[in-house]
């Protein structure tokens, strides 16, 4: 499959320093990886703020029970023959900020339909090192990637795919504005772990709130390392979503 990288565009950011440090091992040692084609407010704040905003945080969805739904997979089929099947995919995709044709079969690949989200349906994809969703867009039946089950808010205008996956620690969005798609990945060190996140709407959009954690690495033998769970520091992010107030 392909690599879901693209180059930015346009990005603002706006950094403001005030993450709680319990123990210091170099934890404002912080890089930000940013691919997008959009532009994006990301703030670090304090602890207080972190729980005074997650308090109008939207409910979470949960990740059904990942097995074939074959009744759905039937009315797919019939709607979009041969877009999506076991080993197959003959569709549009996005990728790199271009929907382009992608024609692409593969026993060794497993593609099985699990559920439908508003205007979307999402499949499994399962192969070796390979453990992904395909998100199939019906308005515009383009298929979108997510590492995790998404999360998919404002009656399907929005798709968040947050969390670990393949050496990277990742917050992604999709964001569908008429015929305009708006992308962000922003991955984060690996030291950092995602503690906890929240997807806040406020009075003027969406706000992606996250607590990053970061383990003290100790020596327990020699060359053999593991993380102090008792030795850590905190921060606290803030990614505010542009334009969103839809």
Known sequence: MKIFLFTI?????????SAQIVKDFNCDDFTLGIESNTKNTIEFFNKERYFELIKDSIPKSKSPIVVENKSLNEEFQKKFPNSITEHC?????????????????NN???IFLISKEYNFYIFKIQAFEIDDYLIFNTNDKTIYSSHHYPTIINNGKLIFDIGYSYGLNSFKYYKFNNNKVDYTELSIPLQYQIKNYNIVKSFNGIKLI????????????????????????TKFINISLSDDRN
């Open 9 to 17: 565009i346009l990005l603002f950011i706006t950094l403001k320093l």
């Open 89 to 105: 995919i003959h569709s549009k995709e996005f990728s790199q900020g271009i929907v382009d044709e992608t024609s692409f079969c």
């Open 108 to 110: 060794k690949y497993k």
């Open 210 to 233: 996250a607590e990053l954690r970061r383990y003290n690495i100790k020596e327990t033998t020699p060359n053999k390392f593991e993380n102090d769970k008792s030795d850590f520091c």
